[in-house]
């Protein structure tokens, strides 16, 4: 039987800015109040997914989230027409409005954490959307993203689907940023490692004191419960609550793995040599690459700044593995240098492409923030909604209903302009009906 492992892409949405509302985030805090192009993001999104597909990988897309949140300014009080509620927002609490206007569902690693069948009690593919606790803006996106999923797999002999862990930061949960998977072959049964932050019921044990650890260990232990995996076929590890405290807010921005490959700093995690003998063992008798990249040759910040370890290991049909990396890490001499060299030293990983997301980067996320892996076998995959699959036509069409709805520029005055939540609505109804997805936002709901 054929296996995949299939990327699903966040499209940007029409609202997509910056604005400062993610503390510990170096970026999306140096780009505060910085023009946007949610036009440019969403082509540079596209774009990524098109090259993809073209490489010959199987790629698909999730919707983006409504906004501005309309529902939610409502449930905090704004009374009248949408207009009005948009207006006393922006008087009354203008960061509530900013979070409510946020495009931060581009980034689908946050989406949810994804258990593919092989690893299964039951043997289906299981999903559990992050509930994003750490952060107000982000903790309003997994009722809709939950109904995306649903569309998006709908199918429960293949698929099944959980409801977001309590709304509490005991059980903070940031999703697949947080959590990778290693396998001998997508569709065997492989090893999770989920990476916690810190352990909530636990004070006693490290955390780190600067910025926040938004995910916990107790996050972790129940969606691996609820997955139904067994603890031969899990890894807990503990970031390292320095480079938390140093910009690394998900794990996925210091560690990045795919099939018997774990790329990561020799910084990411706390007592590193326990976890890794720990990985070797449950993994078995298998070839294994420990890609152990000192500080002396990329330090933290160069991490945090190129986001090297966002980048998406990717498995080519040929058999060998590719790098998909931000051009900030081109743009860098130790990074770029780092990269030159690994693609020469015997590791599957034969090649680098660099692509252009800038957009999304000025908020924090790379290439691998802006998507959510899917292993699935071919059964699973031709039960997949086909709308939502890359294909030349769905790209095609996608590029047109961006360019036909999406702002060149948005700032934030921007976003108290009632016309903004009319086009915002307009795209997202033609586009539930180019992915096929039914009434999944609020607006479709009234
Ligand atoms: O949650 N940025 C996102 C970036 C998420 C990156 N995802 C992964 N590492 N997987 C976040 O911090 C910034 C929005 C703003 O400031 O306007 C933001 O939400």
């Keep these: 039987m054929k296996q995949f492992e ?10 997509h800015n910056y604005a400062g509302l993610s503390f510990g985030n170096v970026a999306s805090l140096n780009n505060a109040n910085a023009v946007s192009s949610p036009k440019q993001a969403a082509k540079q999104g596209l774009g990524k997914m098109k090259a993809l597909s073209d490489m010959g990988m199987k790629q698909g897309i999730l919707a983006p989230q409504e ?43 946050n989406a949810a954490t994804v258990s593919p069948g092989a690893d299964t009690a039951d043997g289906r593919v299981h999903f559990t959307p992050a509930n ?10 997994p009722e809709v993203t939950g109904r995306i999923l649903k569309a998006t797999f709908a199918n429960d002999k293949y ?16 999703g697949a940023a947080n959590h990778t998977r290693l396998c001998t072959d997508y569709g065997h049964a492989g ?32 969606i691996a419960r609820l997955h139904g995996l067994s603890d031969e076929q899990v890894v807990y590890i503990q970031q390292n609550p320095d480079v938390i405290d140093q910009g690394v807010f998900h794990n996925d921005v210091i560690a990045v793995g ?69 051009t900030e890490c081109q743009e860098n001499d130790a990074v770029s240098r780092y990269l030159d060299n690994l693609v020469t030293t015997g590791t599957p990983i034969k090649s680098v492409n660099y692509f252009d997301v800038k957009q999304s980067m000025r908020n924090g996320g790379g290439p691998a ?13 031709d039960a997949v909604n086909p709308n939502t699959l890359i294909n030349d036509q769905q790209f095609a069409r996608l590029n047109t209903w961006v360019d036909k709805h999406y702002r060149d520029e948005l700032a934030e005055n921007d976003l108290r302009d009632p016309q903004l ?13 180019i992915l096929k997805l039914g009434s999944v936002y609020p607006f479709q709901q009234d």
Aim: hydrophobic content about 40%.
């Design 6 to 15: 299939v990327n699903f892409d966040g499209l940007v949405g029409p609202t």
């Design 67 to 109: 906004r501005p949140d309309i529902a939610t300014l409502r449930r905090l009080g704004f009374t009248g027409s949408d207009a009005s509620v948009l207006e006393s927002a922006a008087k009354q609490a203008r960061e509530v409005l900013l979070a409510c206007c946020s495009a931060s569902s581009m980034w689908t690693a």
């Design 132 to 141: 994003l606790t750490n952060k107000f803006h982000r903790s309003l996106e």
């Design 159 to 174: 698929f099944a689907h959980h409801t977001h862990l309590p709304d509490n930061e005991h059980f903070g949960d940031e």
């Design 191 to 222: 090893l999770e490692l989920f990476v916690y932050g810190r352990h909530a019921f636990d004070p006693s044990k490290p955390a780190p004191k600067k910025f926040p650890a938004r995910q916990t260990l107790e996050a972790s232990q129940a």
């Design 258 to 326: 795919n099939q018997n490959v774990l790329f990561f700093h020799e910084q990411a995690f706390y007592d590193t040599q326990t976890k890794l003998d720990e990985i070797r063992r449950k993994f078995g008798d298998h070839p294994l690459h420990f890609i152990e990249v000192k500080t002396d040759d990329v330090s933290v910040l160069d991490a945090v700044k190129t986001y090297l370890f966002n980048t998406q290991i990717i498995t080519l049909p040929s058999g060998d593995m590719t790098i998909i990396a931000p």
């Design 369 to 381: 923030c802006l998507r959510l892996r899917v292993a699935l076998t071919e059964q699973e995959l």
């Design 421 to 433: 939540v009319t086009e915002s609505r307009t795209a997202l109804d033609e586009l539930t009906q």
